[in-house]
């Protein structure tokens, strides 16, 4: 399994550039609250796991502080922000074409393709934003609860954390065997469902190894804005062989089990 993620890493470190992107994007979306919450601590330390992602976020490995009483945080799984809904569709768009073209970008370089990030973005657009909007309706769903019942929110939340690990494939299958959503889902769950993809194994190291990245975190974010800037770009490049080490997953299990292809018909 190491070898997934070292794998990962000579790929990320090799398309160094692809970084820029999703420090880009939290550049953008959380100064805001980065600045609106450094006043409501002192010190802060703590540790969030994650499930793989298809786009690296600060929020992957952080949650940012909230008012004082009784609060639930929703996971971010499809990388929403607390925006205006205007604001929120406006992301989604965004997000799903950057996404589109940094996934295919690098799901080219392991195929040994000429990476085209404009031709990959605009390719899986379309899908790789249905798939966010699905998260943004479960989302959706848990704030509703999250208002009505804490109780209901939390079985929620750990709902969404049991359909995340069958569904996390999806973008990284949609894109590397160029299916629709629908059949990109049917794989994703077929493949975490099987106790020979060792999909549990692979996750676990990868909840474990977000543990450590995001303890490192927690403790530089204590040092202002300078340690948002360099949170925020380093994690872009860890995020980065995170997202790689998944395709390298998703490789290997194209390795050991190949498409078999329905004899032919009678002539």
Do not use: C
Request: charged content about 10%; cysteine-free; hydrophobic content about 50%.
């Amino acid at each position: 399994m190491l070898d997934f993620f070292a794998s990962g890493y000579g790929l990320a470190k090799r398309l160094y550039y692809l970084a820029f992107l999703p420090f880009i994007v939290d550049l953008i979306s959380l100064t805001g609250r980065f600045l609106q919450s450094r006043y409501a601590y002192s010190f802060r330390i703590g540790v969030k796991f994650s499930l793989p992602f298809y786009f690296p976020s600060l929020t992957n490995v952080y949650d940012f502080p909230v008012q004082s009483g009784i609060t639930i945080q929703l996971p971010e799984f499809g990388l929403v922000p607390v925006f205006g809904f205007g604001s929120v569709i406006v992301y989604m768009l965004v997000l799903a074409f950057v996404s589109a073209g940094y996934l295919g970008t690098l799901n080219s370089a392991i195929a040994g393709v000429s990476p085209s990030f404009v031709t990959s973005a605009t390719k899986y657009f379309l899908r790789i934003l249905l798939y966010g909007l699905i998260w943004l309706g479960l989302g959706l769903i848990g704030i509703t609860l999250a208002l009505g019942s804490p109780t209901l929110a939390v079985l929620y939340f750990l709902f969404l954390i049991v359909l995340n690990y069958f569904l996390f494939l999806t973008p990284f299958v949609m894109v590397a065997d160029d299916t629709g959503l629908v059949e990109g889902l049917r794989r994703s769950i077929n493949i975490s469902g099987s106790v020979s993809s060792r999909t549990i194994e692979y996750v676990m190291l990868y909840a474990f190894a977000t543990v450590g990245v995001s303890a490192i975190v927690y403790f530089v974010l204590n040092t202002g804005l300078i340690g948002f800037f360099a949170t925020i770009a380093g994690f872009a490049f860890v995020g980065t062989v995170l997202v790689a080490s998944t395709f390298y997953f998703l490789s290997n299990l194209s390795v050991q089990q190949p498409r078999v292809e329905p004899p032919p018909g009678p002539t």
